[in-house]
């Protein structure tokens, strides 16, 4: 980073750090008193990774630069029944946060809009004044990040862990900001709204915004390609 910003030259740094991650197991200064339990260490995990990450941003920050800090998932504990994720795809582990930092270009501040992780790339070259990517689902987030009001696409969500670990079927979602439609063998509907926790299945009282969840979704759902039958190179070749 000390190279990167002395020559001048433009420059990118993706970071994917591990913890707060199963297994929980956070060094033991960041444990609060009384912690037991996955969750606290969870919480202690989270703890460890913002003092981490500090050192990280000190240099990775000013004018000119845009900086991102978001999540692959989220972690379940016994919500819905589940333990960690991938198994199922409510908000529980599906919503994430996203925060951008970008000095002298953006002013502190929140929504409570969704937007979607395929969204970040095209909002950091729009913050940055680079070209467009072409040919992509996202958008740029920028008139959300400057106050302004801006509709964004629904969210297609999905988890193939289900298939792959236990020959289960797969689940997609189709997620508006008021509703969102779990494609499964039983369907689910859900109002985000009231029912923020995903408790109440709508889609049996509600067969109307469940039918027109589910033709938005089959109208831009893309195609999913076959798994490849074609194995792994030789690394000795």
């Known amino acids: 980073l000390d190279s990167a910003g002395a020559s001048g030259e433009p420059w990118f740094l993706w970071v994917h750090y591990y913890d707060a991650h199963d297994p929980y197991k956070p ?8 912690d037991s339990g ?56 599906t919503l994430v946060p996203i925060v951008f930092h970008a000095p002298g270009m953006l002013k502190p501040g929140s929504s409570d809009a969704a937007p979607r992780l395929i969204d970040i790339g095209p909002t950091v070259l729009d913050l940055l004044g680079l070209p467009p990517m072409t040919n992509i689902d996202g958008v740029s987030l920028r008139p ?5 009001e801006q509709s964004i696409p629904p969210a297609r969500v999905e988890t193939r862990q289900p298939w792959i670990a236990y ?36 889609a049996e009282t509600r067969i109307a915004d469940a039918d027109r969840l589910e033709l938005d979704w089959l109208a831009n759902r893309d195609a999913i390609p076959e798994r490849s039958s074609a194995a792994l190179s030789d690394p000795a070749a």
């Open 167 to 202: 020959g289960w079927a797969p689940l997609e979602a189709w997620r508006q900001a008021d509703l969102k439609l779990i494609i499964a063998p039983r369907p689910e509907l859900y109002d985000l709204v009231a029912d923020p926790g995903e408790t109440v299945n709508l």
């Open 27 to 34: 060094p033991d200064a960041f444990r609060a008193p009384g």
């Open 38 to 93: 996955p969750l606290d260490a969870y919480r202690a995990e989270v703890r460890y990774l913002d003092h981490a990450l500090q050192p990280l941003f000190a240099r990775a920050s000013g004018a000119g630069t845009v900086t991102v800090v978001t999540s692959d998932h989220g972690e379940a504990f016994g919500e819905h029944g589940e333990l960690g994720h991938g198994h199922f795809i409510y908000d529980t582990t």
């Open 144 to 148: 959300l990040l400057e106050g302004r």
